[in-house]
């Protein structure tokens, strides 16, 4: 055998193995985020009821479609509201909607709250989240503005 012929066998084993691991990295299509999501934790909770803000439609990425954004904290399981928040915040999904169809969960964060407003022609997320999250130790929660691009979280500034 040559060593060009080794090296081929060599390069379509790493493919071989690798390949299946890279498709499991692709993020699966769901079709209704809110019902994805609705209907997961009605599968874990013995009694749950989703409050008013749960799921909010915005268009996060500026292209023109309905993306969703998913507060967890809006959930209460078993008779405990907020059962998945604590002293960081609350999660939050973040849903892009894709114009094959569908929507793709781009982040989950774990914030107080934020704010949808318009800046430099954009709409941008200004996250309240712990202040560890702009290196800081002290108790003032950290205002994080980001931007989403495409299926990206680009952060703008931290204070």
Same mark, same amino acid.
């Given at each position: 055998?040559?060593? @060009? &012929? /080794?090296?081929? !066998?060599?390069?379509? !084993? /790493?493919?071989?193995?690798?390949?299946?691991?890279?498709?499991?990295?692709?993020?699966?299509? *769901?079709?209704?985020?809110?019902?994805?999501? #609705?209907?997961?934790?009605?599968?874990?909770?013995?009694?749950?009821?989703?409050?008013?803000?749960?799921?909010?439609?915005?268009?996060?990425?500026?292209? =023109?479609?309905?993306?969703?954004?998913?507060?967890? @904290?809006?959930?209460?399981?078993?008779?405990?509201?907020?059962?998945?928040?604590?002293?960081?915040?609350?999660?939050?999904?973040?849903? *892009?909607?894709?114009?094959e169809? =569908?929507? *793709?969960?781009i982040?989950?964060? &774990? /914030?107080?709250?934020?704010?949808?407003?318009? &800046?430099?022609?954009?709409?941008?997320?200004?996250?309240?989240?712990?202040a560890?999250?702009?290196? &800081?130790?002290?108790?003032?929660?950290?205002?994080?503005?980001? #931007? *989403?691009?495409?299926?990206r979280?680009?952060? /703008?500034?931290?204070?």
């Amino acid at each position: 055998m040559t060593f @060009g &012929r /080794i090296l081929l !066998v060599f390069l379509q !084993v /790493i493919l071989a193995v690798s390949l299946p691991t890279l498709s499991f990295a692709q993020q699966s299509l *769901v079709m209704d985020p809110e019902r994805f999501e #609705r209907e997961h934790f009605t599968e874990i909770c013995k009694q749950v009821s989703f409050d008013t803000g749960f799921a909010t439609p915005l268009d996060i990425n500026n292209d =023109g479609l309905t993306d969703m954004v998913v507060n967890e @904290g809006k959930i209460t399981c078993d008779g405990e509201p907020k059962y998945l928040c604590n002293d960081e915040g609350c999660p939050s999904n973040f849903y *892009v909607q894709v114009k094959e169809g =569908g929507y *793709v969960l781009i982040a989950t964060a &774990r /914030i107080y709250g934020y704010d949808f407003i318009m &800046r430099f022609g954009n709409m941008v997320f200004v996250f309240d989240m712990a202040a560890k999250y702009c290196d &800081r130790a002290d108790s003032d929660p950290c205002k994080m503005t980001v #931007r *989403v691009r495409g299926t990206r979280f680009v952060t /703008i500034s931290k204070k």
